[in-house]
């Protein structure tokens, strides 16, 4: 559906690998907030990389780095192996920002065919409402469309100009179940014809279900990289919820148990593995009931990561 | 690394003459369309001239003059004037003011979009919707208040009216980089209706108190109204080169405090 051009398919096959985004030693404050500090990062030619990480973790302030919209207070952001705010880069690159306000009054044709306007070769507006999945929404004006919808046009203008490089910053946010599948799908397809994404989400199953890399990101600093299944590995805790007469610190230093906390007649525990633990509850219990295990929040996953690398998590930050 | 990424390099990625132009015409295209759809855009602006034309220039003054001018010519100037203040104000400021606090412009900026194009949009917006309501006030008062002006006449005003656009576009742009996007309009009224006043838009300026219209001579509104009205014979024969400069002086401050926005807004954050 998406077509690419010669040049860009053939050349980012034939260098494949290559770095094309970057952010070098980079720290970013917001006046007394550290948004970014000293993040190294890079995305390389024809990958998806996702950047996995909770609300406030610095995910946006990496992007906007990307873009050139925002300067670092130190280290370096390149794209294209130059400065991101170069036009020559831009007209490679292409954007889904979150945004409050979008001109309401502009058809969603109107809008495609503007933003197309600004690239050197954009594909054809047939392709992007299909792509996009807005073909029956193209004389639509933005402002009487559903979020869902909004979040498609925003997706059709980043790619309408065919770039070489996507940024997609929480793509799906909004999204129901089955737009969210359908967008993957489209993610899918434009990797398939060579173009590199750069997406941040704050869905582990997203991130496991498009990227070839997770970088996690949590307070502003790279906790993890890896594959997904490196990822998943690390962070596949489990909370157990039961009603025990056990104290909260009988409970902390059974062996795995990360946290634990009183949650109304309940209690809470964090732990990375729920087995040996229940195991011993069980033991140490005989009147523990209501129990139930589920996997782990992505909140949960990070402190089980950040307490792997023996940092402490600084919660009030 | 570096053989492979000059390959990836921008070589042979240029934009034409004619696609940047291209570009230029549809973004003042779009930036006239979504205004023109936007019922409070277009009411505020074109229709409040035309209502205080037709209630002081038609219904209530039509046979009056004003020295050799009749009371319907001289409200044309003066209201044409209030109109082009109204539609470059709100043209370009609170588009921009809710553009930039809302992330739009954000998205615009992360795009190729060469940033003059944006403000060469709203420029052009208003300079359109000021010829728009400066024509529609001639057709008023020719149709209904017996204006007669020699057609080269009507042209100049016309052109000296929409050329006047210019000053407050550049105002506009200044308050729309320090505007927050809700309250934007709010500050747009807070300098156009007092301004307005001041300046011998709705009331003619020999009608105003003393005080009042030593303030006038400082203030840019003052200055178009008077060419506007000293190409109908109407105004007070002060030098046109004078008011032409201070009003080029005032959009080149305007110019400079909007710069200083643009450049705070590279390094800031929204949302």
Known sequence: ?317 | MSTATAALSNTGIERSASQTAEIYLKEAKYEFLKNLRLRVYTASVISFPLMFYVLFGLVLNSKETIGATSVPTYLIATYGTFGVMGASLFGTASGLAADRGLGWLQVKRASPMPPFAYFAAKVILSMIFSAIVVSLLLVLGISSGGVRLPFAQMVTLLGTLVAGSLPFSAMGLAIGYFAGPNSAPAVINMFYLPLSFCSGLWVPYMFLPKLVRQIALALPPYHLSQLALGVVGAGRHESAATHWELLLAFTLICLGVARIGFQRDQGKLYG
């Open chain 1, 1 to 317: 559906m998406i077509a690419t051009t010669e040049y860009s398919q053939s050349t980012l096959r034939a260098y494949a690998g290559t770095v094309v985004a970057s952010l070098e030693a980079v720290s970013k404050n917001y006046e007394k907030v550290r948004a970014l500090r000293n993040v190294n990062f890079s995305v390389r030619a024809g990958e998806v990389v996702a950047l996995l990480g909770p609300n406030g973790a610095g995910k946006t302030t990496a992007v906007k780095l990307l873009l050139g919209l925002i300067q670092p207070n130190s280290g370096k952001a390149r794209v294209f192996s130059g400065d991101p705010t170069n036009p020559q880069n831009r007209l490679r690159t292409g954007a889904m920002l979150q945004v409050g306000r979008v001109p309401e009054t502009l058809r969603v044709r109107e809008h495609i065919d503007l933003f197309s306007s600004y690239y050197t070769n954009p594909l054809p507006l047939e392709d992007v409402l299909a792509a996009a999945g807005l073909e029956k929404l193209r004389d639509r004006k933005f402002g009487d469309l559903s979020g869902g919808q909004r979040q498609r046009t925003l997706f059709a203008l980043a790619i309408c100009g065919n770039p070489d490089l996507l940024f997609l910053d929480e793509p799906t946010v909004g999204l129901d179940v089955e737009a969210r599948r359908t967008l993957w799908e489209e993610i899918r397809r434009l990797v398939d014809c060579g173009k590199t994404v750069l997406l941040t989400t704050h869905y582990l199953e997203e991130a496991d279900a498009l990227a070839d890399r997770i970088a996690v990101i949590n307070q502003g600093e790279i906790i993890a990289e890896g594959a997904p299944a490196e990822i998943k590995a690390q962070t596949s805790g489990k909370r157990i919820r039961c009603i025990t007469s056990l104290g909260l610190a009988n409970i902390l230093n059974i062996p795995g148990v990360t946290d634990v906390r009183q949650d109304r007649e309940a209690v809470e525990i964090q732990a990375k593995e729920a087995e040996p633990v229940v195991r011993t509850l069980l033991a140490r219990d005989a009147s523990l009931s209501a129990l139930e295990i589920t996997s782990a929040g992505l909140e949960e996953a990070f402190l089980a990561l950040t307490q792997d690398n023996g940092q402490k998590v600084d919660r009030q930050n």
